[in-house]
């Protein structure tokens, strides 16, 4: 006979087994958008599907151990296989994240729209029931989901304290610097879309062969949207939040339907509104908030610091000095970029060499951002090559063109706010050194230029400061240090001096002098203080209304009337 675990009623007990699977699947909701920000209403489709692989064998084929095994594994691969197709149509370079969002909003009303197309085989609307399960006890499910939900819960605890967790925290802050680091960021959600996927379908399964019914509403929207409740009350980005407010909700809602039927979802409601005002950040965010504040008070380093014990090495190798060859590190023809009837940039032909300093100057709205844009990112230009060190770059996506070698700063800094320095450093490394899916490497190896930056502007003795903390000067050191980090030959440098103090930009002209003289990096710099272009470049492209106006040395362009008549912003046939 089945007995209840000590103090909880039977009732109570199986509401609770239940929710802890359902807490499993708020876990996976938690990874997905919590941790990486991709807000997804699909994952109920994949706890369906677990959930109906159950059944459907149990029903249609056959019971036994074997049969068991065989449907959790039908489950599993029908998940994961789902996930990844979903994941490749939301998740490819381009697309918005409210595409992504709809995609999996679109996944379980498909799924529901199948199953009740199955008519007698899935049970249609009505569902199935009575499949043989293996009734055990109730003590023994409870043991049985209460043992998977502590195993998701650490795997994913060890997941996100590893390099893996510091690239979903950074793709959830910075997408776009993650792509220009060469991360690749489709690639890794998908990953984590098949992974959460796949620990769904287990969850389902569990919670079919448990309750020994399932229906259309296991795999629905309705479900989907109830699990980003739970994480948003919770709290996303707290493992613990999500599966609290999981089965804290699910537990309150079973005994509320009993005793209040019509008003207990009004309630539930009424909670979520009044949480998600008072306490944006969910539940957990009380003890978190807390604990942030302990630290803070007794951290002697202050606020935003973290103990951290990554240490810098110098890069093996030959770090960033990329190897003098007859091919151009760059060519740019006949490169044309339009937006509507709008021509930004028309006809720009350039080749820049290895050791170059190449500024390029012009008023504003000349196309100067635009023209780096289309040398880091293949999808930017209409028409015309780029070519990077001998490869056309095609419509390769950013994160593709890093490997090429081509490294790019923003024009706005553009760094991971709550990730430490050392955190930045180490994810500039990934497409080199790789990461790890279970430890956080503690050793950042850098090349030479990077850690010299680092030193001269003392963020080598902050690498546990979250960045957001930084002064200008220094998330600007950062940031160069980062793209350095990916041992570019090629770099491309919008205005990186901009509000910077004198003696800062004095300091990074000496290190980009340095790049080029010494490391023979191939440098294109775009730059308004033309005092500043002057000392540092060696070659002073210049763009007027998105046609190169003239491409020489700094003294041809420094004694150029036609220069200066656009910078006076005299008409060109006039000037000429
Ligand atoms: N995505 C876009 N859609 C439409 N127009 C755009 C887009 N991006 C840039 N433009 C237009 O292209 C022109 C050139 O912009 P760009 O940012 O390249 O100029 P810039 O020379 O870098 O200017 P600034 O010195 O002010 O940064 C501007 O008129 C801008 O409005």
Redesign the pocket.
């Known amino acids: 006979m089945a007995t209840a675990p000590l103090y909880l009623d039977t009732y109570m007990t199986n509401v609770l087994i239940r929710a802890l699977f359902l807490g499993v699947l708020a876990l996976t909701v938690d990874l997905v958008w919590g941790y990486t920000g991709v807000l997804t209403f699909g994952q109920s489709a994949f706890f369906g599907i677990g959930a109906y692989a159950c059944a459907l064998v149990a029903t249609h084929w056959g019971f036994g151990p074997g049969w068991f095994a065989l449907a959790l594994v039908i489950g599993i691969v029908a998940a994961a296989v789902t996930a990844w197709l979903v994941g490749l149509l939301s998740f490819y370079h381009g697309a918005s994240p409210l595409y992504s969002s709809i995609m999996t909003l679109a996944l379980p009303i498909v799924l529901v729209q199948i199953i009740f197309a199955g008519g007698r085989f899935t049970g249609s609307s009505s569902g199935l029931s009575g499949f043989p399960t293996y009734y055990w006890s109730i003590d023994t499910w409870f043991v049985i989901a209460g043992i998977l939900l502590v195993a998701v819960a650490t795997v994913a605890w060890l997941f996100v304290r590893s390099d893996y967790g510091c690239i979903l925290v950074a793709i959830r802050e910075n997408e776009d610097r993650c792509a220009y680091l060469g991360i690749p960021v489709s690639r890794i959600k998908i990953g984590l879309f098949v992974a959460c996927g796949a620990i769904g379908a287990v969850a389902g399964f569990g919670y079919a062969a448990f309750t020994n019914v399932v229906a259309p509403e296991l795999g629905g929207f309705l479900l989907g949207t109830e699990s980003l409740i739970w994480v948003a009350l919770g709290g996303r980005g707290t493992l613990l939040g999500p599966i609290l407010g999981a089965i804290g909700i699910d537990v309150t809602s079973s005994y509320l339907s009993g005793s209040l039927p019509f008003l207990w979802k009004f309630i539930v409601g009424v909670v979520f509104v009044l949480v998600i005002i008072l306490l944006p950040n969910g539940f957990a965010s009380l003890v978190t908030g807390a604990w942030r504040r302990y630290r803070a008070r007794s951290n002697p380093d202050g606020e935003g610091h973290h103990a951290t014990s990554v240490r810098l090495v110098a890069a093996e190798g030959t770090g960033v000095r990329p190897t003098a060859t007859a091919v151009a590190p760059i060519r740019i023809a006949a490169l044309t970029c339009r937006?509507g009837s709008?021509t930004?940039l028309d006809g720009i032909e350039v080749e820049a060499r290895e050791g170059q300093l190449l500024s390029i100057v012009?008023p504003?709205?000349?196309?100067?951002?635009?023209l780096m844009r289309c040398i880091s990112n293949g999808t930017e230009r209409t028409s015309g090559q780029v070519t990077v060190a001998g490869t056309e770059i095609g419509r390769r996506s950013p994160q593709k063109i890093v490997s090429l070698g081509v490294g790019r700063s923003f024009?706005n800094t553009s760094l991971f706010d709550s990730l430490t320095v050392g955190d930045c450093l180490r994810l500039a490394r990934y497409r080199i050194d790789g990461a790890s899916a279970f430890v956080r490497q503690q050793t950042v190896a850098l090349p030479k230029p990077a850690l010299e930056i680092l030193q001269a502007t003392g963020l080598d003795q902050q690498l546990g400061l979250e960045t957001r903390y930084l002064s200008h000067g220094m998330k600007r050191g950062l940031e160069l240090a980062m793209v350095l980090a990916t041992e570019p030959r090629v770099l491309l440098l919008d205005e990186p001096t901009a509000g910077l103090t004198k003696s800062e930009r004095t300091a990074i002209g000496h290190v980009l002098t340095r790049l080029v003289e010494e490391y023979g990096l191939c440098v294109f710099l775009?730059e308004?203080d033309l005092d500043f272009v002057r000392e540092i470049s060696n070659r002073i492209v210049v763009?007027h209304q998105g046609k190169l106006l003239l491409d020489g040395s700094v003294e041809e362009v420094v004694s150029s009337d036609l220069v200066k008549a656009v910078y006076a912003g005299q008409n060109l046939e006039t000037a000429a």
Do not use: C, F
């Open positions: 937006y709008l930004v012009g504003n709205g000349a196309g100067k951002t635009t024009q775009i308004h763009l």
